[in-house]
């Protein structure tokens, strides 16, 4: 009996340690700064997502959410953009080292370091969720000397809603005006909307409130699958327990009731009880004449 109830408290606390692991937090995203943090927590909180985030070295920051949220949380934020594209920039692009690089390496690299500085400037406009930036610098036929003139091309994706289209002469001028020898009519922009979050996205992550706490749609079946097998083994070991319980308290009515009647009859306590269970059914029956 003792065994079984050791087995049913063990699996008591198995299940509340798996309700602690499902209702625990899982990393979303590492090494971000502290302004992604804060913008990624701010678009899933306004999802009642539950979002935190974690200090860690060097000014950078880790987004933990709950384990229920994680895919949606994944889909979500790869819809706004997030987490956003490290630029290079050019004291990145053009670090010292002890390496000489030819000239054209040296051009490839520039034309890489100025496309990285007008990209990460356009994802800054309100609704732009990537930018990315192709540059075409002059170049001189030797033969002919014939000049290429500079190009440039332009690819946004966007969000539903927002005006970029109206932008887009702003962000033509903005490209010619950063690069040297650049005409507005060899800038080309390309404008591509992002797809909108769905609605079951939207439907899972509606808060409700179940026995007083506060859930999505997406984890309460979660939660009723803990509560129900927490609720079965505390039903077991109460059960168990009352039997033990009872069992326990025959056992000291019996002991007593042997000690009473051998205190009346002044008999031992062993021998009062040898005598009643040596009695036998033939001497309650009548004696024949």
């Not at 065994?3 to 692991?21: D, S, Y």
């Not at 051998?262 to 009695?279: I, R, Y």
Request: with cysteine; proline share 3%.
């Amino acid at each position: 009996m003792m065994k079984i109830a050791k087995k049913l408290r063990t699996l008591a606390l198995g299940a509340i340690l798996l309700a602690g692991v499902g209702c625990g937090k899982a990393p979303l995203y590492s090494n971000v700064s502290e302004r992604q943090a804060n913008e990624m927590i701010s678009i899933l909180r306004t999802r009642n997502m539950d979002v935190g985030k974690i200090a860690g070295a060097e000014n950078m920051w880790t987004v933990v959410v709950a384990n229920t949220d994680f895919s949606s949380a994944v889909e979500i934020l790869n819809l706004f953009g997030y987490p956003r594209d490290d630029f290079s920039t050019l004291g990145k692009v053009f670090q010292k080292s002890g390496l000489v690089s030819s000239p054209t390496e040296e051009r490839a690299r520039f034309m890489y370091a100025i496309s990285e500085s007008i990209a990460e400037t356009i994802s800054h406009i309100t609704g732009v969720v990537t930018a990315r930036v192709n540059i075409v610098l002059p170049t001189t036929n030797s033969f002919t000397e014939a000049i290429t003139p500079s190009s440039a091309s332009v690819f946004i994706l966007y969000r539903q809603g927002t005006n970029i289209e109206d932008s887009v002469r702003d962000i033509k001028n903005l490209v010619t005006n950063s690069i040297e020898g650049l005409s507005y009519d060899k800038v080309s922009v390309a404008l591509f909307q992002a797809p909108v979050v769905s609605d079951a996205i939207s439907e899972g992550n509606q808060m409700i409130n179940l026995l007083g706490i506060h859930m999505t749609h997406s984890s309460i079946w979660v939660f009723l699958l803990l509560f129900l097998i927490v609720a079965v083994a505390v039903a077991a070991i109460s059960f168990v327990g009352a039997k033990i319980l009872y069992d326990y308290m025959t056992v000291k009515r019996d002991e007593k009731e042997r000690l009473k009647a051998a205190a009346l009859g002044d008999k031992p306590a062993e021998a009062v009880a040898g005598e009643k269970f040596a009695e036998s059914p033939e001497k309650n029956e009548p004696e024949e004449e």
